[in-house]
């Protein structure tokens, strides 16, 4: 719990930093500095009819939440730029007050332009949560996206992901940049273990004319586990790009992961090497529909377990109209799943993922999501459906409605992980 305080004390300094040089470089005046801060109050009602995700033996309950938080929010297109959300909670169990809890919660997404040409940026998502599965924080996730691992008996944990990176632009469009991630998980019940991920990434683009350009990119990985072998994760990857029009492009792309664990010595290793190439395109219909599609084959040559190979594919289509915005993605492959409550590894996996948006009136905004998993794990089965629909409303300038249904259910070979929840969630919003 401690190492989980110290990470919430860095993102309020580094946020603090930000905010204190942003208002001493530039002068602002302290009536027009105040105005960026909107405080804000959330209450929640949500219905579950299976809280701890479990086969027999269902417990349904209502659950409160209200929530009293702070955004504030500055930019100056030329130097810099400030989104900030920090919340208190608490969790109220209508049937069960054990199962009560405080959940703070905070996002930071800033940039600053240390030159013209170099800038920085630090992003920050810390939440403290008992939610079975968990939205997915990776930099590519879609909406509606979650992690593979499924935490089940309703147990508390935190997660932090801290994100600086610095950019050098030497181009129109060539880059260099280096990144870095700490991703902290750390969860109260013994049955789930903590974890800690380091991530380096540096990345170079570069074009050699206007249609031919390349792309490198590096990431090393520490993985720190509470009881699993710990791993050093290498990934490299290397893409070549040919653009035919602004429209258009096509492209080649090879990959390739290590990992090296830990293993006590009686042990065997589970150290693997996973290779991937593929080719794809990009495609702009118009102006508001826009498509990719990349294609491939992988091999997974593991040192003490199963080897494991098969196509490999990412197709996506998206759709942002004024009224309208609607995402459908096919992926296909394997999947990686580090640092969660189950922490599963590798594992072959297919998901298909759906979502439409839409303003029905001017101050009402509807929404349909689907999406189904495939995944097979250490012998293990899972097929996860879950659909659902959501509508927002406007009431006043200040004050949001929204309501949201789901239906979510797992079909495993393993009775155990099967599962099936409806869920209803009503909220109010108070924004000043």
Request: charged share 20%; proline share 3%; with cysteine.
């Amino acid at each position: 719990m401690k190492k989980a305080r110290n990470w919430v004390w860095i993102m309020g300094i580094v946020s603090c930093l930000l905010l204190f040089e942003t208002s001493l470089i530039h002068g602002e005046e302290s009536k027009d500095f105040l105005s960026k801060f909107h405080p804000y109050i959330t209450v929640t009602e949500e219905y579950s009819d299976n809280i701890n995700l479990t086969a027999t033996n269902k417990k349904s309950d209502f659950i409160t939440t209200v929530n009293a938080g702070l955004m504030f929010s500055a930019l100056s297109e030329k130097t810099y730029g400030i989104d900030l959300n920090v919340a208190a909670g608490y969790v109220y169990y209508a049937r069960d007050h054990k199962r009560d809890y405080s959940s703070p919660s905070g996002t930071l997404n800033a940039w600053y332009k240390v030159a013209p040409t170099l800038t920085f940026r630090v992003t920050d998502d810390f939440i403290r949560s008992d939610a079975a599965r968990e939205q997915d924080y990776s930099p590519n996730a879609l909406q509606g996206q979650y992690l593979l691992s499924t935490e089940r008996g309703k147990a508390i944990y935190i997660r932090n992901v801290f994100s600086p990176s610095l950019e050098y632009q030497f181009g129109k469009e060539n880059s260099f940049s280096l990144n870095y991630r700490n991703n902290f998980y750390e969860n109260q019940s013994r049955r789930y273990e903590d974890s800690k991920e380091n991530y380096i990434n540096p990345r170079l683009t570069y074009w050699f004319d206007i249609r031919n350009g390349i792309s490198l990119e590096y990431g090393l990985t520490f993985g720190d586990f509470e009881r699993s072998p710990d791993f050093v994760g290498h990934t490299a990857t290397g893409r070549y790009t040919y653009r035919f029009n602004p429209r258009t492009s096509i492209f080649g792309e090879y990959t390739q992961n290590w990992y090296n664990f830990e293993n006590p010595s009686e042990n065997p290793s589970n150290d693997y090497v996973v290779y991937r190439p593929s080719v794809g395109i990009s495609h702009a219909f118009t102006s508001t529909l826009s498509g990719s599609a990349q294609a491939g084959y992988y091999w997974k040559n593991a040192n003490g377990g199963a080897d494991s190979s098969g196509p490999y594919y990412n197709l996506s289509l998206t759709q942002r109209a004024q009224k309208t915005t609607y995402t459908v993605s096919f992926q296909g492959g394997y999947t990686e799943d580090y640092f969660t409550a189950e922490n599963l590894g590798f594992s072959k996996y297919y998901r298909v993922l759906g979502s439409i948006n839409h303003q029905l009136m001017p101050k009402v905004t509807t929404g349909l999501f689907s999406s189904f998993e495939w995944a097979k794990s250490d012998g293990e089965r899972d097929r996860i459906w879950n659909i659902g629909a959501n509508v927002s409303y406007q009431v006043l300038k200040w004050l949001s409605a929204s309501l949201r249904f789901s239906h979510r259910a797992n079909h495993s070979n393993n009775d155990l992980n099967d599962y099936s929840e409806y869920r209803g969630i009503f909220s109010l919003t108070a924004s000043f």
